[in-house]
């Protein structure tokens, strides 16, 4: 089986950097994914990591260390648009998505 | 156009009730699931299909049930539908020759047992 950890909620200024921390246990792994959610409606990709480092996207990045079954989602220059909730999902040694509870994050003025 | 729909988007109905929620796509992918999301739970896969002749059965299946009518149409049914059904309902596709196989999401349905 598989248990992702995330912490529940977070709270950031706007202009500043956040950290979103993922920690997993999985038996096989193939590939993290994390996902950005607003309030009710579809999560939609954001970023994946299948090897060791970082990988960057505009405002965004996503490091993994396999070793620690760890990975973190860096957004930069916040916006009050980012608040949202931002799943992390591994894929282990199957097909399916393990998703964690995600984690939501308040952007403030 | 959305590339992935589903129909209704909300529904209210009652105990006993059979209920089917709708999924369709355009994205051409071989790969569709059914997810429910619950306040503080998370997304738990409930059913998947690699293609038209393959269903699969996710974390928690009970209550539930499936078909894929179509490559691009993939339904989920509720039999008797129970008050602890309550949830936002996502249907997802992925095609697994491009890339890391990853998953896109319809707007979700917000089903409501009563």
């Known amino acids: 089986g598989q248990n992702i950890d995330q912490p529940t909620e977070m709270t950031a200024t706007e202009g500043a950097i956040v950290q979103i921390n993922c920690t997993y246990q999985t038996s096989g792994f193939n590939g993290l994914f994390w996902y950005q959610q607003h309030a009710g409606e579809a999560p939609t990709f954001l970023s994946y990591n299948v090897l060791d480092g970082l990988e960057e996207k505009g405002r965004f990045s996503s490091f993994l260390s396999r070793s620690k079954g760890y990975s973190y989602l860096l957004l930069k220059e916040l916006q009050m648009k980012d608040s949202a909730s931002y799943l992390c999902a591994v894929r282990g040694a199957g097909y399916a998505l393990n998703f964690g509870k995600g984690t939501s994050l308040l952007v403030t003025p | 156009d959305a590339d992935v729909t589903q129909t209704p988007r909300n529904r209210i109905t009652k105990t006993g009730k059979r209920i089917m929620l709708e999924c369709s796509q355009t994205k051409g992918h071989d790969r569709m699931y059914w997810y429910r999301q619950d306040p503080g739970l998370g997304l738990r896969l409930i059913y998947y299909s690699f293609d038209v002749k393959d269903i699969n059965k996710g974390e928690i299946s009970d209550g539930y049930s499936v078909s894929r009518q179509a490559q691009a149409k993939f339904s989920l049914s509720l039999e008797s539908a129970i008050p602890n059904q309550t949830a936002l309902y996502f249907c997802?596709?992925?095609?697994?020759?491009?890339?890391?196989?990853?998953?896109?999401f319809g707007p979700g349905t917000r089903l409501t047992v009563l």
């Open positions: 997802a596709t992925s095609d697994p020759g491009t890339g890391p196989d990853t998953q896109y």
